[in-house]
């Protein structure tokens, strides 16, 4: 089960259970922060969230393990079990490259894409970051595909000039 936890008025995650007890164990966030996983209706101060026990000295007393907090941040609008902890790659170097490198009206797409990805991971909005990631990898390689069939149309042609060339040649 994936965990999204609220520090200075940002709202990170998705992290495990396990990552958001050994960041509590840190003193990394407090039980004074907020917390929230699917299923929860409302976001909620850690140390009111009975799976994380937090027992952490010199903590604000928190309110009542059923209460509810009004909170600022709101539920993350893709389901976090989605993606399961996975990174979500940009491609934005390998878009980059073959669009200088390769074919640049067919790279400009995959950089539009590209730095969609981070940007739309940072909203929580999974699927259209994985949307994004996706496309832009599929530009990247309709630029290099091109670039190879061109490559392999030259060779060819300069090949046929050749003995083609010196067929006539020797007449």
């Not at 079990?81 to 996975?86: L, N, T």
């Not at 490259?97 to 894409?113: E, K, M, Q, R, S």
């Not at 061109?150 to 060819?156: A, G």
Request: charged share 10%; hydrophobic share 45%.
């Amino acid at each position: 089960m994936q965990w999204y936890y609220s520090k200075n008025a940002a709202q990170l995650g998705p992290v495990s259970l396990d990552e958001l007890r050994a960041k509590l164990a840190s003193g990394e966030i407090s039980g004074s922060d907020m917390a929230w996983r699917e299923g929860m209706p409302d976001w909620r101060p850690i140390s009111s969230i009975s799976e994380l026990e937090v027992s952490v000295s010199g903590e604000q007393a928190a309110p009542a393990a059923g209460s509810v907090m009004n909170s600022p941040y709101s539920p993350p609008s893709a389901a976090p079990a989605q993606v399961s902890g996975a990174l979500i790659p940009n491609y934005l170097w390998q878009s980059i490259v073959v669009t200088i490198l390769c074919c640049w009206p067919l790279g400009i797409p995959a950089i539009v894409y590209a730095a969609k990805v981070d940007g739309l991971k940072a909203r929580g909005d999974i699927q259209g970051a994985l949307s994004a990631s996706g496309s832009a990898k599929t530009w990247c390689w309709i630029a290099v595909g091109s670039w190879g069939v061109l490559v392999v149309i030259y060779l060819i042609f300069a090949v046929a000039m050749m003995v083609f060339g010196g067929m006539q040649e020797s007449h």
